[in-house]
């Protein structure tokens, strides 16, 4: 991608050399999304030096390229360096003035996940309710960005332990992407979310309603380098153990445990054993 990227750069005018940034910030945010989160690091730091370079700190572009770039950090964990680099981008964002711009919502998204990644969990809320609400206002409800802001909500109430409030958001994002895309790939990993919460919350009947519609492979394909068919398996262990079924909570633990691949997920790897020995 890189090396595309550079040739055809060196290739065209430099007044086309936007174009050619904005679609190599497309190309490192598909990696992000796809899983490989190291290669989209590289590629956005790479590139954020190069705007920088030529149009200053100061530039949207620069400021959009440095806000992609640390979400990867995020995302990989290095919280630390992504605090130093939004407290930068902060600074540099107070020059354009707007805080109703998609780029200010993204800058409030990395707040949150960052809080969300030192388990700051009120914060984390509170920066996800901003970004939900910055997105509706911009754009509506019924929204891709809006959704997403939505279930990035769900998830955050999840991890924070209110299972309850997250089912309810998840029910809503659910809901809103039934109508717009039925069967699509954000619809499986929202209704993946919302089986999960539900069997945190200890509701097997509800978990139910939505755990016969995800599909292992179309969830592969929203969410790659995850292990969905023994994540799945785990969930229909769950609720099987919250069911009182032990036989079938046990086989189900045992399956995943099979088709989980050697090495991969060590959280998702300790859930599994924990469950079969308990």
Same mark, same amino acid.
């Given at each position: 991608?890189? #090396?595309?990227?550079l ?5 065209? $005018? ?7 940034y ?5 190309? %490192?945010t598909?990696?992000? !999304?796809? &899983? ?6 590289? #590629? ?8 920088? +370079?030529e149009? =200053? $700190? &100061?530039?949207?572009?620069?400021? !959009? ?8 950090? /995020?995302?990989? %964990?290095?919280?630390? @360096?992504? +605090?130093? =680099? ?20 993204? *800058? ?13 969990? $009120?914060?984390? /809320?509170h @920066?996800?309710?901003l ?7 911009? *754009? %509506? ?5 809006? #959704?997403?802001?939505m ?7 999840r991890?924070?332990g209110? *299972?309850?409030?997250? #089912? ?6 659910? =809901? ?11 619809? @499986?990993?929202?209704?993946? %979310? ?7 919350? &200890? ?6 309603l939505?755990?016969?519609q ?13 292990n969905?068919? +023994? ?6 262990g ?5 069911? =009182?079924?032990?036989?079938e909570?046990?086989? !189900? *633990? ?25």
């Amino acid at each position: 991608t890189e #090396i595309y990227t550079l040739s055809l750069h060196d290739a065209l $005018p430099i007044s086309n050399r936007d174009y050619i940034y904005l679609a190599s910030l497309h190309v %490192g945010t598909a990696l992000q !999304q796809a &899983g490989d989160v190291l290669e989209a690091e590289k #590629i956005e730091h790479a590139l954020l030096d190069q705007i920088q +370079a030529e149009r =200053g $700190p &100061g530039d949207p572009l620069t400021m !959009q390229a440095r806000e992609r770039w640390l979400a990867s950090l /995020i995302d990989l %964990g290095r919280s630390e @360096q992504a +605090a130093v =680099g939004l407290s930068a981008l902060q600074r540099d964002m107070e020059t354009l003035g707007s805080r109703e711009s998609p780029l200010h919502l993204e *800058f409030l998204r990395d707040e949150a996940a960052l809080a969300a990644a030192q388990q700051h969990w $009120p914060e984390a /809320i509170h @920066q996800r309710e901003l970004v939900e609400a910055g997105y509706s206002k911009l *754009f %509506g409800v019924d929204n891709d960005a809006s #959704i997403r802001a939505m279930a990035d909500s769900a998830a955050t109430l999840r991890a924070a332990g209110r *299972f309850a409030d997250a #089912i309810d958001k998840y029910l809503d994002a659910y =809901g809103l992407l039934q109508e717009r895309y039925p069967g699509g790939l954000l619809t @499986q990993k929202v209704a993946y %979310g919302l089986v999960a919460s539900c069997l945190d919350a &200890g509701r097997p009947a509800q978990a139910g309603l939505y755990l016969g519609q995800l599909n292992a492979a179309a969830l592969s394909a929203a969410a790659p380098n995850r292990n969905w068919g +023994a994540r799945l398996a785990y969930q229909r262990g769950r609720m099987a153990q919250l069911s =009182g079924d032990k036989a079938e909570a046990q086989r !189900q *633990f045992a399956l995943a445990r099979r088709v989980l691949l050697p090495g991969s997920e060590p959280d998702l790897a300790a859930r599994i054993e924990r469950a079969l020995n308990n």
